[in-house]
């Protein structure tokens, strides 16, 4: 019985020390200069993620927004829908958060003008495998990244077009289907 009363009391003193512990780590991170509130919000990032909902998975800073999708190895990005503003440059990351490799399992961002038919689209960069499905010289790209396998990241920068809505999908043979979203232009 004494023994019992004697552990939990030691129990009693660990969980103080780890809150107290925990605490100070609080304070630290509290100390910091001003690059630490910055990190304070990109810790926000998580809880946005997990929502996946509009205008999210974007930050803005000295007049570029940045964009942060992500494609996973279930074929789904993170995002449905991205919004910026005409003319403002955008750089958008594409991590892929998954492990397959990119023959199994890649993924690309590829925006696409106004009006294109998606389907068709995707059929003919079905086809373009030796260049990372993106069909030579097609008309209908306004930017893409480098095809990426699970694990890796990768940006471009660009400058947002005209007002208006277009398509972004993954090219990556029948991974539109899911993979796709609106990019919104305001
Ligand atoms: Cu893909």
Same mark, same amino acid.
């Given at each position: ?46 809880? !946005?993620?997990? /929502? =996946?909902? &509009?205008?999210?998975? %974007?930050?803005?800073?000295? *007049?570029?927004?940045?964009? @942060?999708?992500? $494609? ?10 991205? !919004?910026?503003? /005409? =003319?403002? &440059?955008?750089?958008? %990351?594409?991590?892929?958060? *998954?492990?397959?490799?990119? @023959?199994?399992? $890649? ?80």
């Amino acid at each position: 019985m004494k023994n019992i009363q004697r552990f939990l009391m030691i129990l009693a003193t660990v969980v103080f020390v780890s809150c107290g512990d925990e605490k100070k780590e609080q304070e630290t991170i509290t100390i910091g200069e001003e690059g630490t509130v910055e990190r304070t919000t990109t810790t926000n990032t998580t809880a !946005r993620d997990t /929502a =996946g909902t &509009t205008a999210e998975g %974007t930050t803005r800073q000295k *007049g570029v927004v940045q964009v @942060n999708l992500t $494609g996973n190895d279930q074929m789904q990005f993170n995002l449905k829908e991205i !919004r910026v503003k /005409a =003319g403002e &440059t955008v750089r958008l %990351t594409l991590k892929h958060v *998954g492990q397959l490799p990119e @023959n199994a399992m $890649g993924h690309n961002f590829v925006l696409l003008r106004k009006g294109t038919d998606v389907v068709d689209f995707a059929t003919k960069a079905a086809s373009a495998s030796q260049n990372e499905y993106i069909p030579e010289g097609a008309e209908q790209v306004i930017v893409h990244t480098e095809m990426i396998g699970g694990g890796e990241e990768t940006s471009i920068e660009f400058t947002a077009p005209e007002a208006g809505t277009y398509d972004f999908i993954c090219s990556f043979p029948g991974h539109y289907i899911q993979m796709q979203g609106k990019f919104i232009v305001e």
